[in-house]
Every structure is written in C-alpha cells, then in structure tokens.
C-alpha cells in the first residue's frame, strides 16, 4: 500500500509549483473540449511537445477541484493502479469540500503506470471525475488506447508549437500593422529562425546555438530509447540506426522500404519484416507522418511510395543541411495537418505537392523556395494540373518571399510567403468553400 502521506506531500507541492512557480502557459491553437464529454480526455505526442503545460493550464483553470500527479515523479516509482484509490483518498482529506463533488484529475505520463485504464474506465462513468492524461510512449495512441478503454477516450494529439504559437512565445500578435508595414521584417526573422530551429518550446526558448542543438540531441536521444528501443524491444540498433538517418535525409520527398531493403540488405543484416516493423515503429512514434498518393484506388495509394515529414523540421538538422525548399514544405505540412489528417501528393502527368481534403471540401498546394526562370513553369504547371484533375479553380503556391497572383488555363493561382500564409490565410480551410 502506497503512503498516503507521502501522496500529500506530492499533491500539495505539486499545486504549489504549478500556481506560483510556473511561468506564462501558451495557450494553444486548435486545443477543443467539446462540453459534456463522459471521456478520458488523452493527450498524446512526440516527447516535449507540450503536454505537461497544457495539463499545468488545466490546472489553473479548475484550480478549486483539481489534482496533478506526474508519474515519471521518482517518488511514485512503486505507485500500482491499486493505489489510485489511496491517491483519490489522499486529495479528498486534503479537499474535503469536494466529497461528492465534480473533480478533475491531470495525470502526466500516465503509461508508467500498468493497467490504469481499469481506474480511468470507473473514474469516468461512476465517479464526479473529469479525467486528463498524457505521454509521450505509443501506448496512449489513439489504436491503443481506444482498444483498452473500450471508446471510453477522447485523443487529442499535440504536437511542437505552429509558427503562430511561437509568436505568442515572443509576445508577438501579428496584425495589420505587422503584416503591411516595414514591421514585417520582425516576422520574417523570426520565421527564419522557427525555419530553421522548429517548434519544441524548450527550443524557442533556449539562448544560442549550441544549447538549442545539444537539447534537440537530448531530445533524440530520449525518443530513441524510451519510445523505440525499449518500447519495441528492438535488437537491430543499427538498422534502426541507418532507417532513421535515411528517413530523417528524406524529409519531404517520397520514400521506398523496397529501394532501401535493395540498397543494404547486403551491407548489413536484417529481414525485410524487421524494416517494414521499425519503419512501423516510427510512425507509431510520431517521429514521421507519411502522405499517400491522391487516388481513389486504395491498391495504387499503398503501392506508390510515401512522402516522408517530420514531427518538427529542428529534427532535420540531425544529418542534413538546410535546404529551405524542402523545411518549407514541411512546415506547410505540418500546418495542414491542424487542419486535416486527409493530405495527399499528386501525381499523374505532372506532380502537386499537397491535395487537402477538409471535411469533404479539397484544395491544392504547391510549395517551394521562390518561383525562378527554371522551376516557374514546372510549378504552374503541376499546381494547374491537379487543380484540372480535382475540378477546381483555385489553387495555392507557397513560396520563402514571393507574393502574386495569376491566372492560368482558368485557375487562379495565389502565390504568398508560407509566414503570412499561416498567420493570414491558413484558417481559411475552416472557412473557405472550394468551387
């Protein structure tokens, strides 16, 4: 039986950090609780994306009625599920006003502790508790989790912050004033630098190069073992190893597990059901997400090559140089993905590199570093291709400064920086009706 009095201490210090010691709390795009929901409410992600202070803003709000615990705390090192019933104790002395009363319990990093679906399940339908959890480890994705709580959970998935988010980090409310006048070099320096650093917090706030990159390492480093090699029992380090490398040089371009089997099956040994396994693994992960091919059939989408993005594009700089084309087109990515999970490249005659599918609604994206005598054709082209293919008029290049707008074999074309893109335009695939 776990020391009740040691829980209170916990509960205690916990509250104490939180209201007075912790800092401004982001408040993040897109995070929506729908009222009413009977649900255990999952947040889950890659590693230092957020989680905990969104739980930490939680708490501020319910403050009156609310518990945090942290289970990677050393001091709940030997906390069992049997002893959530002594926690509920624990806080109920310390709180008696709330006997028989709404509570909201915020349990971070909720997979260390072993079966605590079957209190979450009872905490939920038959108890006055409005139940957060969070972490980071596969075990609390969406396919696992719903299998375990039996649809008794709600999955929010949270990830490093949008360029927007990391304004609000430097204060910054970009408006008119910012976007239209000489201003606006503040924000195309700081889009410079989120291009180039990404959106973990800890990154945005960190001071100098060498820190940002030794705690991007650290970061790696822990998602590595924590969530890869220890969560899937993984033996074959270096392939591992030689799949993340290959992937990470692939960000935004079309990657093939066959060509990479053909390429070192010789070199080094592994079956090809291990490397279709761990490429598995890092999906899973949310280290990678992958974009299929626009077609109706579900054979030709499986058998085409997927385009290859990262969670974060700071995670390019692990073994690539910076190519701004391609960090362009994955943070355009990643920003459609607030949107929709339905993204698709385009290719038949000529290639598109985003078709979006918002509730039912489609719209095309193209994305490079600026539109020049040599690409400005091929770009057109394979925007007002796959424009003509869908039966749209419209469409969308987003580029590193260029701002224009065309017309071309009936399609309007949009040509606008990816920073004012996000901060201006990207909200009207909530909105905007295609035609």
Not at 371 to 397: F, M, P
């Amino acid at each position: 039986m776990f020391p009740k009095e040691r829980l209170k201490e916990i509960i205690v210090g916990n509250r104490e950090f939180i209201l007075n010691y912790v800092g401004t709390i982001i408040k993040r795009e897109g995070f929506y609780l729908p009222e009413g929901l009977n649900k255990v409410i999952v947040l889950y992600g890659v590693r230092r994306s957020g989680k905990t202070f969104i739980l930490y803003g939680l708490f501020r709000t319910f403050k009156d009625s609310a518990l945090y615990i942290d289970f990677e705390d050393e001091r709940l090192a030997d906390f069992k599920v049997s002893d959530f019933e002594i926690l509920k104790e624990a806080f109920l002395e310390l709180n008696p006003h709330l006997i028989n009363k709404p509570k909201t319990f915020l349990f971070d990093e909720i997979q260390n502790i072993k079966d605590w679906e079957r209190f979450a399940r009872r905490a939920v339908e038959k108890e006055k508790i409005t139940l957060f959890v969070s972490g980071s480890s596969s075990k609390i994705m969406p396919q696992e989790i719903h299998t375990s709580l039996r649809g008794r959970a709600w999955s929010i998935e949270i990830n490093p912050f949008s360029f927007k988010e990391y304004l609000k980090i430097q204060n910054i409310l970009p408006n008119k004033d910012f976007i239209y006048t000489e201003k606006k070099i503040f924000l195309k320096n700081h889009f410079k630098d989120y291009l180039r650093w990404g959106g973990f917090p800890e990154i945005i706030l960190g001071k100098g190069e060498f820190e940002k990159a030794k705690i991007l390492k650290e970061y790696l480093g822990s998602i590595f073992f924590k969530d890869l090699v220890e969560r899937f029992r993984i033996n074959n380090i270096p392939l591992l190893e030689l799949l993340i490398d290959a992937l990470f040089s692939s960000f935004s371009q079309r990657f093939s597990l066959s060509s990479f089997y053909k390429q070192y099956k010789d070199k080094l040994p592994f079956s090809k059901d291990s490397l279709f396994s761990y490429y598995k693994y890092l999906l899973e992960s949310m280290l990678i997400f992958e974009v299929r091919k626009f077609t109706t059939s579900s054979y030709k989408r499986m058998r085409n090559p997927a385009k290859v993005y990262l969670v974060d594009t700071g995670l390019a700089r692990r073994i690539t140089q910076e190519n701004i084309g391609r960090l362009l087109e994955n943070i355009v990515f990643l920003e459609l993905r607030r949107y929709t999970e339905n993204i698709f490249y385009f290719e038949e005659e000529r290639e598109c590199d985003f078709v979006v599918n918002k509730d039912g609604r489609l719209f095309v994206y193209q994305v490079c570093y600026e539109l020049n005598e040599e690409n400005r054709t091929r770009e057109l082209d394979g925007l007002v291709s796959s424009a003509l293919h869908i039966g749209l008029k419209e469409g969308c290049i987003l580029t590193y400064d260029q701002e224009e707008e065309l017309y071309k074999d009936g399609i309007s074309i949009k040509i606008m920086p990816v920073w004012k893109w996000i901060i201006e335009d990207a909200n009207l695939l909530s909105s905007k009706t295609s035609k």
